[in-house]
Structures are given as structure tokens and as C-alpha cells.
């Protein structure tokens, strides 16, 4: 059991929502961007390319399931997958251009404080709904102990 740093940032089951591709999906954002924010000044740009990559797909994966599904609040959740796909460019367009190493460090901090609550709050709620349209019920989930803040996910 190791306790959380400010540099941390893990998958912990509080994350499942019970549809597979999604929940893969996130494991993978939270790889990701656990990377970039371990990630020495000359492995920022790597990272930051890897986390991009993943982050176009992530969001164009859901708004096309949203668009499929004709997810009735899907247009708040699209313009916020915009807003955030817009400053990951901008902030690696200043990395590259600029080394602006700090910019990279910023952004990485906000995008582990951002995703807990889009994946709470709108991912969830998009899960649902196609749980609902494929089964008739919400997703059941089973969380292994979310409970405690340590990276003790076993
Ligand atoms: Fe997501
Ligand atoms: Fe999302």
C-alpha cells in the first residue's frame, strides 16, 4: 500500500460504469496521463503525443455513441470533450514550439482533477443510457474497495 502523492494518479474502481469499451477506454486515459505526469521534462512531449492520441479517439468514441444513440444532453457533454481536446492541442503546440514545460505540468494536474467528475457525472449518465437502449436497466457494477486513497487496488 503505497499512500497518493500530488504526483499520482491510478485507476481506482470508483471509475467503473459498467460499459466495457468505456471502462477500457478510461483505463487507458488514466495510464496515460499517470504517465505524463511521472514523465521527466524530455519525455513531456512523447507523453503528451500518446495521451493526445488517445484523447481524440476517447472523445470521438463517445460523441459518435451519443449521436448513434441520440443522447438526449448530449450537446454539453460534446462542447466539454471540445473544450478539453482544444487545450490539450494548445498546450502542445507550446511544448513543442516553446518547451513551455510548465504549461505541460498545468494541464496534466487539471486533466486529473477534471476527469473524476466528467466520468461521475456525464460519462455515467451516457452509460446509462446505452445500458438502458441495449438492456432495458441501468448497468450493475461491481467495485472492488473505492473507499480508501492509496494505491492498493488489488
Ligand atoms: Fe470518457
Ligand atoms: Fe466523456
Not at 504526483?7 to 477506454?25: C, E, I, S, V
Not at 470533450?81 to 504549461?103: K, P
Amino acid at each position: 500500500m503505497s499512500t497518493l502523492t500530488a504526483d499520482d494518479f491510478f485507476w481506482t474502481d470508483a471509475y467503473l460504469l459498467g460499459d466495457p469499451g468505456m471502462d477500457d477506454t478510461h483505463r487507458e486515459f488514466v495510464a496515460l496521463l499517470d504517465a505524463l505526469l511521472r514523465a521527466a521534462d524530455d519525455d513531456l512531449l512523447v507523453c503528451l503525443d500518446a495521451l493526445a492520441e488517445h484523447v481524440q479517439a476517447h472523445f470521438a468514441q463517445e460523441n459518435a455513441a451519443m449521436e448513434r444513440s441520440q443522447f438526449p444532453a448530449r450537446g454539453c457533454h460534446i462542447d466539454e470533450h471540445a473544450a478539453v481536446l482544444a487545450s490539450v492541442r494548445g498546450v502542445r503546440a507550446r511544448l513543442a514550439d516553446q518547451s513551455d514545460t510548465q504549461a505541460c505540468r498545468r494541464l496534466a494536474r487539471a486533466l486529473a482533477d477534471w476527469f473524476p467528475a466528467h466520468t461521475d457525472h456525464l460519462d455515467s449518465a451516457l452509460a446509462h443510457w446505452l445500458c438502458k437502449q441495449r438492456a432495458g436497466g441501468k448497468p450493475i457494477v461491481l467495485r472492488r474497495h473505492v473507499s480508501g486513497l492509496t494505491a492498493d487496488n488489488d
